[in-house]
């Protein structure tokens, strides 16, 4: 059998410009260092690309491996009802030893959002469950902020064919490639320098937020009445920031918010998504949930609410937020108006909160700090990580001092 090859509808200057800055930008690959990438299997274009730039940055060993839409969906069409609590425990003890020697990570996105909408959501959610801590050895790295890593984006067909259900399927896959390029700064004639400007951009809005140290952030919009109080000794990011292992990199391309860790115990009232959430293979829409002392205490969506319940019952801190972001509505991916069905592309056309782990790296000497000593300051922990949508132009922001004063932080999605 042959696959379908789609990859010539893909400006392939672009490509290569992408493959470019995800090494020099995203992961600033370091002489020597080895690196672990994961794709799906219509990536490939992309990952060979990438792969010669990170051999000519100087590289050590480049190390992939291939997801497949087709093998995943045998899995639930055959696969014995028992291995659906297992994972591939050997995979990810062998990545997080891969980091501890000091590997860089790369994860190219672009898999089906919708692959798994038809299967069962107890098994889905059973599998998601084995996996989450399976992987927990590698993510924890990853979390932590251990080593330099990266998430960047190849159109894959179904996907495409879900973006722009209209359009024939090469010409789908050149309009998502193309908003891909765009949101990645790579259509611009010095990728490499815009991404720098960016990244000053970005510095500026979290020096802002850092200087003013607010207590609580308070979104009101339609179905929003949410206030979000910040962790103690919380710090804001935003663009290039520096691991542990002294390599400053772009973790996600694209980015475009600035964030911090929320308290866990310290969120109140409720709060409506503004766009669907896509989580391993299932859209979850129209959430609406209400928190009581940083807890979700009743969840609701009219789609895909059972998968929603599941993972929030995945363990204690799957209820509490983990991650708060600010991104102005006309950023680039809102303004071209292309619903990616991709959180790392609908993220960032949007502000966010997340459910459970927390980055340790958003505190003042994250890296100093203690998981207790986290925990004190109300960084949330869990095994998962869900980043959902919740701003909009008509949602409206303000900071909240610790004297109870408030400042406007934006005005119908706009930084006010
Ligand atoms: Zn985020
Ligand atoms: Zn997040």
Redesign the pocket.
């Known amino acids: 059998m042959t696959l379908p090859d789609f990859s010539t509808s893909i400006d392939p200057v672009k490509l290569d410009k992408l493959a470019e800055v995800a090494i020099k930008v995203g992961l600033q690959l370091q002489q020597g260092q080895d690196l672990v990438l994961t794709a799906p299997l219509a990536a490939v274009p992309l990952v060979r690309l990438i792969t010669a730039h990170a051999y000519r940055a100087g590289a050590g060993i480049v190390t992939t491996f291939y997801s497949d839409e087709e093998t995943t969906l045998a899995r639930y069409r055959h696969g014995h009802d028992d291995s659906f609590d297992r994972a591939s425990n050997w995979l990810y003890d062998g990545m997080a030893k891969a980091y501890e020697n000091g590997a860089a990570r790369l994860a190219i996105a672009g898999d089906n959002p919708m692959l798994l909408a038809e299967q069962d959501p107890i098994k889905v959610g059973r599998a998601n469950k084995a996996n989450s801590i399976a992987y927990k050895p590698a993510l924890e790295h990853i979390s932590n902020f251990d080593i330099n890593w990266n998430i960047c984006s190849y159109p894959n067909p179904s996907w495409a064919k879900l973006v722009f259900p209209d359009l024939p399927i090469e010409e789908a896959m050149r309009r998502l490639a193309d908003a891909i390029f765009a949101a990645s700064r790579v259509d611009r004639d010095d990728p490499i320098g815009a991404w720098a400007e960016h990244n000053a951009e970005l510095r500026k809005r979290s020096t802002w937020l850092n200087d003013e140290r607010f207590s609580a952030l308070h979104f009101t919009g339609p179905g929003t009445d949410l206030t979000v109080g910040l962790a103690d000794g919380h710090e804001w990011h935003g663009g290039a920031s520096t691991a542990k292992n002294g390599v400053t990199c772009n973790p996600n391309i694209p980015t475009e918010e600035v964030?911090t860790t929320p308290h866990a115990l310290k969120v109140e009232g409720h709060v409506s998504s503004t766009k669907p959430l896509s989580h391993q293979g299932t859209l979850i829409d129209d959430i609406q949930v209400r928190f009581e002392g940083g807890r979700i205490v009743e969840a609701k969506a009219s789609k895909g609410e059972a998968v929603l319940n599941k993972v929030l019952d995945t363990d204690e801190g799957a209820r509490r937020l983990?991650?708060v972001?600010l991104v102005p509505h006309s950023s680039p991916i809102s303004a071209s108006g292309v619903l990616f069905y991709n959180t790392l592309f609908d993220?960032n056309a949007s502000c966010?909160i997340?459910l459970g782990q927390c980055y340790s790296k958003c505190f003042l000497d994250g890296a100093a700090l203690s998981q207790e000593q986290i925990k004190a300051q109300g960084g949330n922990s869990s095994l998962i990580?869900i980043?959902w949508m919740i701003g909009s132009d008509k949602v409206d922001i303000d900071g909240i001092r610790a004297d109870g004063s408030k400042v406007p932080v934006m005005r119908k999605g706009e930084w006010a």
């Open positions: 964030f983990g991650e972001a993220e966010h997340a990580h980043d």
